[in-house]
């Protein structure tokens, strides 16, 4: 099955007992049992439920691994996985991780002692080089946010083979359509849902796939022993979701480079930082691993201020954190999403204050260019 069919035949489609096409929400906690212990696969719904079960079948075919996960959010999920590890163990991360991917590695899982060492994975030496004997994971998101820098997975999974270590994949702005880590050699891939595979606005999840029948068995004992599970409703909307990401993403894609061409004529805007453009440092890697390149735009108009008067003048763009929606959305990351990574941490990494980041959704792309047009000006 090729993805834009697994994505409406993938998983476990319908009802069996009613004939319903679409999965029926379960709403329940527990399951009627026929003798002690004898059940028809479900006891309880923080253990399984049949809604969950569905959408957990649906991502592990999408990015072709043994078995699916979901959780209550993305960072739900994210702490989940981090919980495979012991205190003394080490991780390598990407140095511009997600801002709660930072936060709960250097002010929660500290407290455990799980140690961490941020790293630009973009750089084979400077992971390499971050290893130490305690080292267990290497922890990468390709594209990153905001500066959208590129991981090239398949060289990175082979240092994590090499050092017998896990590769844990945060495929959140990438999505299952365009990229599908586990094919390169990581071991679990991730998902804020929240983003493009709910696509909506309308729905906190997380998802998780893994290679490995060992690590399906770990992950789903951690997932019943901390009970960070997503809600049976909320699954559902996130199977709804996945039935359109295919022809959201070709949407989402095709405004962004309309997008991208007009910001690189305009003489407001310095750097861009997009990976179809060509002159990107990661966009060779980008185009080998992935089948498209996104809908997440970075720019620089040189100034805090600068920066605010485009977000205030904008019309179609949204104002609001996060990504992946429908709409197209807007942000300052130094303000917003990245505010909780201290201001010399973010300078370092090159995020400055006049940096807007941008999700482009699927209005009509003239529109949403007159309405950038506009705001600059
Ligand atoms: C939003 C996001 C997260 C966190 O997900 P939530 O659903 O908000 O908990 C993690 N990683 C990336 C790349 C994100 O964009």
Redesign the pocket.
């Known amino acids: 099955m090729r993805a834009k069919t697994k994505m409406i035949h993938g998983g476990i489609t319908g009802d069996e007992t009613t004939g319903a096409v679409s999965v029926p929400i379960y709403q329940v906690s527990t399951y009627k049992q026929d003798g002690v212990g004898k059940h028809s696969g479900y006891e309880y719904s923080r253990t399984g439920n049949p809604t969950r079960n569905a959408l957990e079948t649906v991502i592990a075919n999408l990015e072709n691994g043994t078995a699916g996960f979901a959780f209550g ?4 999920a ?1 702490s989940s996985v981090m919980m495979l590890f012991n205190s003394g163990d080490h991780v390598v991360m990407t140095d511009d991780v ?1 801002g ?2 930072y936060r709960v590695m250097t002010k929660v899982f500290n407290r455990f002692n799980l140690d961490h060492t941020f790293t630009d994975t973009s750089s084979l030496e400077a992971v390499e080089a971050s290893l130490n004997e305690n080292t267990k994971a290497i922890f990468v ?1 390709t594209p990153t ?1 905001p500066l959208l820098k590129i991981t090239d997975l398949e060289k990175i999974a082979a240092i994590a083979k090499k050092n017998d270590l896990l590769l844990i994949v ?1 495929n ?2 990438a999505t299952p359509y365009l990229q599908q880590p586990l094919d390169f050699g990581a071991d679990i891939v991730l998902h ?4 493009y595979i709910g696509g909506h606005s309308d729905v ?3 998802l998780v796939a893994v290679k490995t029948e060992e690590l399906a068995e770990q992950l789903h004992f951690i997932q019943n022993s901390v009970g960070a599970v997503l809600g049976p409703q909320d699954s559902w909307l996130l199977m709804r979701g996945i039935k359109t990401l295919a022809l959201r993403m070709e949407a989402i894609e095709q405004n962004t480079k309309k997008i991208v061409a007009f910001l690189q004529n305009h003489k407001k805007v310095s750097t861009i930082y997009y990976p179809g453009i060509e002159s990107h440092p990661g966009h060779a890697i980008a185009a080998k691993q992935a089948t498209g390149f996104g809908g997440m735009v970075s720019f620089d108009v040189g100034s805090e201020e600068k920066a605010e008067k485009v977000l205030e003048n904008v019309k179609y763009f949204t104002l609001a954190e ?2 992946g929606a429908v709409e197209s959305l807007i942000s300052i990351p130094a303000k917003m999403t990245h505010a909780s990574i201290p201001a010399d941490r973010r300078r370092e990494l090159g995020i400055t204050d006049g940096l807007i980041r941008i999700s482009v959704g699927i209005e009509d792309a003239d529109d949403l260019i007159e309405d950038l047009e506009k705001a600059l000006d």
């Open positions: 959010s993305g960072m739900a994210i997600y709660g991917s998101e946010n945060d959140t702005f804020s849902a929240t983003k906190v999840a997380g996060s990504l």
